[in-house]
């Protein structure tokens, strides 16, 4: 009897075993309890992600590997208590797609010894961070962001625009156009960088990025079996000033590592973004919720358009003086901002000694304080151009100079990484910009990933393969345009430079770099000013030729560049995008096309009741052929709020609408 007592003591020891030893899982489900998040923790942990009865995300692996060879999610994990949390909130946006953001999920947290692993369900996606509790000093040595599919679906990648080898592709501009493949068929002789935009079986779209990104390298992908793989940059270890006119940092040597940490610290949030159409995606705010809020008052950062010098080659005529960079054609671009209600004027490259890497040497056919104190008294703000490494050699002594001499913010460029160094960077620049009032927009810079919502003076980010392509490219920019809002602008505002006045045809266009021209219709880049969110907005043309187009200049003058509500009309990926802005009471409308000319049917019942008058620029009847034939027109708004529009091949149409006056 003894014995057999031993044999079941034995048995149930056993089996208490192979309980404790059996994966287990834990799931977290959106308020609306269609998207859910299954995590599981055995051999080490992955989660999956559906919604219904679809998976969207097949079990993916996620871990974090340390200096000390602590690794967040190996076998030896094991969940200590488990959080069910949730978020209710209203927040109060600045300088965003909305005055308004409803902030609503559910939050599971496993507490482990080592770290925190947060998984949150938003009714329109899943994000997941780790949270260390280390102390002392450290170092990442690894992460491991699996993203799988069961199938093998098609996917909008951007590779990295080099055919350097795989470990130099991490410096990069983050300019491409899109490549559309299954993702079976990655090119691997290539990253590519976030946003990703993959396209489910079952009809859903995810767009995988990532939000509040400090102190660590930017996310990036490679292709693997079953799907694609994050990768990252190590840190650099040494570097040398050199690159384009001496302003970039070069990478000699990198470490063994991503990232160098000190103390317990969150990691950022990778998300997956589930929209059941593309429409969705114009309005997710998912980036920008995961961001921390802004601390401190930001009520002095004034957004706007801005006049821009480089795009145009400082190309002005009719005038009695040498076209250039000097005090006569900046005073030229002021006069014309401050005639329309141009909010900025820009002093691109070139203002400063070139190749010295000191923002303090000014070219002496320039007169700084004259131009910044005549642009005062013309109500304009001057905007200078600062290369990457001349501003962070004195960047508190630079900013706290130009500050005083009434300097309104600075345009940063030729970063062109995201490893842990410029990120760094990024923050430091958002950071020292705000102590002195100045306003920064981020060129050769990596995607937005919510650094805008934490330092809203941060007014936009380039990142985007944009019309300044133009002037020596021959990509597919209309195309491009309509493809953009569902990937990159996911993520955040983009620098995008619309504004052409010189407009081509498909068959007319070429590249060239001091007269550029855009592709597509003059309506075309007018509706952009409503389809791409810019806080701080440039107007890419000369003076001249707008003062030449009074029409549609005084058209995008007036339309502002931050928004109270954005309502998405009818868009479809590669082919159309149709989306309506609210200021106040007043709406405006872009849609634009793919080169298929298009019939659209626009509904714009939530207009609600009442009279609407619509001022409409569409494109001309021979618009297919002098791309930059347009039509201005006043019309009533239908009582059904049908709207019925034509647009050419490459062409848009847009609209501002108020209540009819009594």
Not at 5 to 22: D, G, K, P, V, W
Not at 147 to 173: G, M, W
Not at 184 to 211: C, F, M, N, Q, R
Request: glycine share 8%; proline share 5%.
């Amino acid at each position: 009897m003894k014995r057999i007592f031993t044999l079941i003591a034995i048995a149930m020891l056993a089996a208490m075993q192979a309980i404790a030893a059996s994966p287990k899982t834990y799931t977290v489900t959106s308020p609306d309890g269609k998207v859910k998040a299954t995590v599981t923790v055995g051999e080490g942990i992955s989660y999956t992600i559906d919604k219904g009865e679809n998976q969207l995300l097949a079990p993916s692996a996620i871990s974090m590997t340390l200096s000390d060879g602590i690794v967040y999610g190996d076998a030896s994990d094991k969940v200590r208590k488990v959080l069910k949390t949730k978020g209710l909130a209203v927040k109060d946006a600045i300088l965003y797609k909305k005055d308004k953001v409803r902030d609503n999920y559910n939050q599971l947290t496993l507490v482990f010894k080592e770290f925190d692993l947060v998984f949150r369900a938003y009714d329109d996606g899943i994000a997941y961070r780790f949270a260390g509790k280390r102390k002392g000093e450290y170092t990442v040595e690894a992460e491991q962001a699996q993203f799988r599919f069961a199938s093998d679906p098609s996917a909008y990648i951007s590779y990295v625009n080099t055919d350097k080898p795989l470990e130099e592709q991490f410096c990069n501009s983050q300019e491409n156009l899109f490549a559309y493949s299954k993702l079976s068929e990655w090119d691997k002789t290539h990253i590519s960088y976030a946003p990703l935009y993959v396209e489910a079986p079952s009809g859903e779209k995810l767009v995988i990025t990532e939000s509040d990104l400090v102190s660590y390298p930017g996310l990036n992908f490679y292709g693997a079996d079953g799907g694609v793989d994050g990768v990252f940059a190590l840190r650099p270890a040494k570097e040398q000033i050199g690159g384009h006119n001496m302003l970039q940092g070069v990478i000699l040597e990198r470490e063994k590592y991503l990232a160098k940490c000190d103390g317990p610290r969150t990691f950022p949030w990778r998300t997956v973004i589930v929209a059941d159409n593309d429409k969705e995606l114009i309005v997710n705010d998912m980036v920008w919720k995961l961001a921390p809020d802004p601390e401190g008052d930001f009520s002095w950062v004034k957004p706007g358009k801005v006049a821009w010098d480089w795009w145009n080659a400082w190309n002005i005529y009719g005038v009695d003086f040498r076209a250039g960079i000097n005090n006569d054609t900046y005073k030229y671009y002021i006069d014309f901002a401050a005639k329309y209600g141009i909010e900025y004027v820009i002093l691109d490259e070139g203002w400063a000694v070139n190749k010295k890497t000191d923002l303090m040497l000014v070219i002496p056919e320039i007169d700084l304080p004259m131009l910044s104190q005549y642009a005062q008294d013309k109500g304009v703000g001057l905007i200078l151009w600062a290369g990457y490494k001349a501003f962070d050699k004195d960047m508190d002594a630079v900013c706290k100079h130009y500050s005083q001499m009434g300097i309104k913010g600075f345009k940063i460029d030729f970063m062109d990484r995201d490893d842990q160094i410029v990120v760094d960077f990024y923050h430091r620049a958002a950071q020292t910009c705000a102590k002195y009032g100045l306003m920064a927009d981020f060129h050769g810079a990596f995607k937005p990933s919510g650094l805008n919502r934490t330092w809203p003076n941060v007014v936009n980010y380039e990142g985007v393969y944009g019309l300044e392509q133009m002037k020596w490219s021959q990509g597919d920019m209309v195309t491009h345009d309509v493809t953009l809002p569902f990937i990159r602008m996911v993520a955040g505002p983009m620098d995008y430079t619309q504004g052409a006045m010189r407009n081509a045809t498909k068959s007319n266009y070429r590249p060239v770099n001091s007269e550029p021209m855009s592709q597509g219709t003059r309506c075309h880049q007018l509706a952009e000013y409503m389809i791409f969110d810019a806080p701080f907005s440039m107007l890419c043309d000369s003076p001249s030729n707008y003062i030449a187009e009074p029409v549609c200049t005084d058209f995008i003058a007036k339309v502002p560049t931050v928004w109270d509500e954005t309502v998405p009309l009818d868009c479809k990926i590669r082919e159309y995008v149709a989306i309506a802005r609210r200021s106040g009471n007043t709406w405006y409308v872009g849609a634009i096309t793919n080169w298929d000319a298009r019939e659209m049917e626009l509904d714009l019942s939530f207009l609600g009741p009442g009279k609407f008058v619509a001022e409409v620029y569409k494109d001309g009847v021979n618009a297919d052929r002098a791309a930059r034939d347009f039509k201005k027109e006043r019309i009533e708004v239908p009582e059904d709020g049908k709207v019925k529009i034509s647009m050419a091949p490459g062409g848009g149409w847009a609209a501002v609408i108020a209540p009819a006056p009594m």
